[in-house]
């Protein structure tokens, strides 16, 4: 036995060290990429939705559809994305919805209706659902423990570093040069090519072959590119069975299923609420708006995460995600409440609220991936997913209509009422899992 396990070791031992290093800083890198791009597709529209709507003569219900199209899409991108990965591996759908990225990209320069337009920001939507659902998966499947939070975490500044540059570059291309808005939101597609190139050749993870019964592969995959032989030992440890929708609600995961699409839901309907909200304040006092407030405002949210980063395998999963939540649903209850508070000390709170928000909203990018286990790790990820885009959707669409008829202090209320959802949700569920195998930590809520 002991001679077995020395030679297991050996084996593992001819594959160096730095090869396996480099797989990793690769499959990190195109990762990373592909949020980069999911932030940049979201936040180039923003710089030249008033030339778009003017050149393509949109009425209010059309630019509503077209801002609406992405939120839509990934609704259906993240489950569908999810059970396909699931059912047919990751490789495949995070080669093809990269394709859909480059397809959709490339359509942008030809837009010239605001059909087109709401079809082409409908099949971006798909591919940025498709990408939550495939990659964080993957990504947690190929980590080791010990650095699995930061490399997750990672993709979340990517993120928003994306959507500041996109703003960035869309106001300063509108403003400086001549060139249309189609060519600068077709931007995108120079970034989407180099990312389908680079993610071709990359390997299929082995827990989802070994879970479909295919074990030699994954041995062989395993060996090749992941960090110790004690990672391939835990993939052993997995149940090998079918995954299905109906496994999200079974009395072993319904509490992951819930405390995953909750707490996303109660992350993501605040910001989005507040971050339009703060927005228009920063105008009307004068301290910001326009480039100021776009850029601003994201780089605050970026601090945040990249704080998070740094901390995640040190200090673990849940003194980052119940605290700050507590934290920003007595920010939220503050500006509802101090209805005469003086301009720089909103602003200051909006902006506490921002990093604060950011640092647990990054763990919605760490805990799907951790809580569900490999066959149904795509469709539990997609169906979380889009429960907060319908979070973000109802933060965005309803955050006019409550400033109109129920006010300022009302609205902000509501939106610490949401907070404390979460907060009292994440005390009660939140799991530890810092450390933790995969196969531990989704076994966490069945035991």
């Known amino acids: 036995m002991t001679s077995n396990v020395h030679d297991r070791e050996a084996e593992w031992e001819n594959i160096p060290a730095k090869a396996k290093r480099r797989f990793l800083i690769r499959l990190s890198a195109v990762l990373i990429g592909g949020m980069f791009l999911d932030g940049y597709i979201l936040g180039i529209i923003g710089p030249v939705s008033a030339t778009m709507t003017d050149d393509l003569g949109l009425s209010a219900l059309e630019e509503g559809l077209a801002a609406a199209a992405a939120l839509l899409g990934i609704l259906i991108g993240s489950p569908l994305g999810g059970h396909l990965a699931d059912k047919y591996g990751r490789k495949p759908l995070f080669t093809a919805d990269m394709a859909i990225f480059v397809i959709s990209s490339a359509m942008q320069f030809f837009v010239d209706s605001p059909t087109q337009l709401v079809v082409v920001r409908l099949l971006m939507g798909i591919a940025i659902g498709a990408e939550y659902s495939v990659g964080w998966p993957l990504m947690s499947e190929f980590s080791p423990a010990r650095l699995r939070g930061r490399m997750l975490g990672l993709t979340l500044i990517a993120f928003y570093i994306g959507f500041m540059i996109a703003f960035l570059v869309g106001y300063l291309l509108i403003e400086y040069t001549d060139i249309g808005w189609r060519a600068v939101l077709g931007t995108s597609t120079l970034i989407a090519v180099i990312l ?10 082995p827990r989802w072959l070994w879970n479909v019964g295919r074990r030699e592969e994954a041995k062989h995959i395993a060996h090749d590119y992941m960090e110790s032989e004690a990672d391939m030992a835990d993939v052993e440890h997995e149940d090998a069975r079918p995954g299905t929708f109906g496994m999200l609600f079974s009395s072993q995961y319904w509490r992951a299923t819930l405390f995953v699409s909750m707490f996303w839901f109660c992350a993501v309907a605040p910001y989005f609420a507040i971050a339009t909200f703060a927005d228009s304040v920063l105008k009307s006092y004068g301290l910001g708006g326009g480039l100021a407030g776009g850029v601003g405002l994201s780089a605050v949210a970026a601090a945040g995460v990249v704080v998070t980063v740094l901390l995640i395998d040190r200090v673990g999963r849940r003194p980052l995600t119940v605290p700050p939540q507590w934290l920003c649903t007595a920010i939220l209850a503050v500006i509802g409440l101090w209805s005469g508070a003086p301009p720089m000390v909103v602003l200051a709170l909006f902006l506490a609220f921002s990093f604060f928000n950011a640092m647990y909203n990054t763990l919605t990018g760490v805990y799907p991936g951790e809580v569900f286990p ?5 469709i539990g990820t997609g169906f979380a997913a889009a429960v907060s885009r319908v979070g973000a959707g109802l933060g965005t669409f309803l955050l ?23 907060a009292a949700l994440s005390q009660a569920l939140a799991p530890e899992t810092k450390g933790k195998s995969l196969s531990e930590s989704a076994a966490g809520y069945g035991h």
Do not use: Q, Y
């Open 400 to 422: 006019p209509w409550s400033m109109d008829h129920l006010g300022t202090g009302p609205t902000m209320l509501i939106a610490a009422g949401v907070a404390l959802l979460g």
């Open 374 to 378: 490999t066959e149904i790790r795509g």
């Open 196 to 205: 389908l190139i680079s993610r071709i050749g990359l390997p299929e993870s």
